[in-house]
């Protein structure tokens, strides 16, 4: 896309160049147009007129007038007095607009926005993150995936849980079970006192953001460069549904994890050992326990030694005698291997 970027015709969503001004028409009159009609105008992304479609990621849907006046009118009257003229411009830019497209207003008359949102791009996720930690009030709900946190992640969204801390919100944190080593966490979770709740279980689910029970975020792919924001009223309940549930069967973290009840096998173990009886491979065990792959192994390994297993195949046996499976049924005592204090 060199050589149409925004440098050489720089305006705002209130002037748009021509060819801006005749894809975001078509999109306003037809309901969305494929991505690459928009390829030339980069403008229109990146004054977010145009947004992925959650239903097909190859087509663009055009932001409705209403709102983007409203994004713009915003900001505007924030500085009365320096923008008077330019309010006029962009009422009379998109009154246009508006009369083109009004089944999308009607579709779109929610005052949050639409219900659905396709992040795009690490700086709108953070820029959308912080506007909803901004009007954020009661609480916040996270589960947080993966293993230990990095030192740069928590402080990375220190200044957001501080600000909510300061206006009384109160926050609870779901975490993995490996998350308890890191002392990153324990430091981070020291200083922000009672205003932040956290629990671990075995595996959580993707990395979920719900603020006030009305707007939430949820990874769009795999790397995470693309979020969803969502403020369906059903779907922020059902998460926050799931959430609930999940922190029932956490435990706090300052609880002691509870004993497998089985002489020489740790905890995690134990999860790992479930996990393997369902068939799973060592990389998706590592994945949803938050561990590293060698990690892993090595517990699988010491399983084996402690179960007298020499194979995977008797491995899987000796699980299911054991009920380290998680079938209920009495639990067989493993052949001697010498005991080894739980971890």
Do not use: K
Request: overall charge neutral; hydrophobic content about 40%; charged content about 25%.
């Amino acid at each position: 896309m060199a050589g149409h970027g925004t440098e050489e015709h720089p305006h705002g969503a209130d002037r748009l160049c021509d060819s801006g001004d005749r894809v975001y028409s078509r999109a306003v009159r037809r309901g969305r147009v494929p991505r690459r009609d928009a390829e030339p105008v980069p403008c229109l992304l990146e004054l977010a007129l145009l947004h992925p479609d959650p239903d097909d990621m190859d087509w663009l849907v055009p932001t409705a007038p209403q709102e983007v006046m409203t994004r713009l009118l915003r900001g505007m009257y924030e500085e009365v007095s320096a923008s008077r003229r330019r309010v006029g411009s962009v009422v009379s830019a998109f009154e246009r607009y508006a009369g083109l497209g009004a089944q999308l207003s009607t579709a779109r008359s929610e005052p949050e926005g639409p219900a659905i949102r396709v992040l795009d791009g690490l700086g709108r996720i953070q820029a959308a993150m912080d506007e909803a930690t901004e009007a954020c009030r009661t609480e916040v709900l996270t589960v947080q995936p993966g293993g230990i946190r990095r030192e740069a992640e928590l402080s990375e969204g220190l200044h957001r849980a501080t600000a909510l801390r300061g206006r009384g919100v109160r926050m609870r944190d779901l975490y993995t079970h490996v998350a308890r080593h890191g002392h990153g966490l324990l430091s981070y979770l020291e200083l922000m006192g009672d205003a932040v709740q956290a629990r671990t279980l075995d595996e959580v689910t993707e990395r979920l953001i719900l603020f006030d029970r009305m707007v939430a975020f949820i990874p769009a792919n795999s790397e995470r460069t693309m979020a969803l924001e969502l403020r369906h009223p059903a779907l922020v309940e059902y998460l926050g549904t799931v959430f609930e549930r999940l922190w029932r069967l956490a435990i706090p973290l300052t609880a002691p994890l509870p004993d497998t009840g089985i002489e020489g096998i740790s905890h995690r173990e134990q999860s790992i050992a479930a996990l393997l009886a369902e068939g799973h491979q060592d990389a998706v065990i590592a994945e949803r326990l938050g561990i590293s792959v060698r990690t892993c192994r090595a517990h699988i390994a010491r399983l084996s030694e402690t179960l007298g297993a020499v194979s995977r195949t008797q491995l899987g046996v000796r699980i299911a005698q054991t009920g380290l499976d998680g079938a209920r049924g009495p639990a067989v005592t493993p052949p001697g291997r010498g005991s080894r204090t739980a971890r």
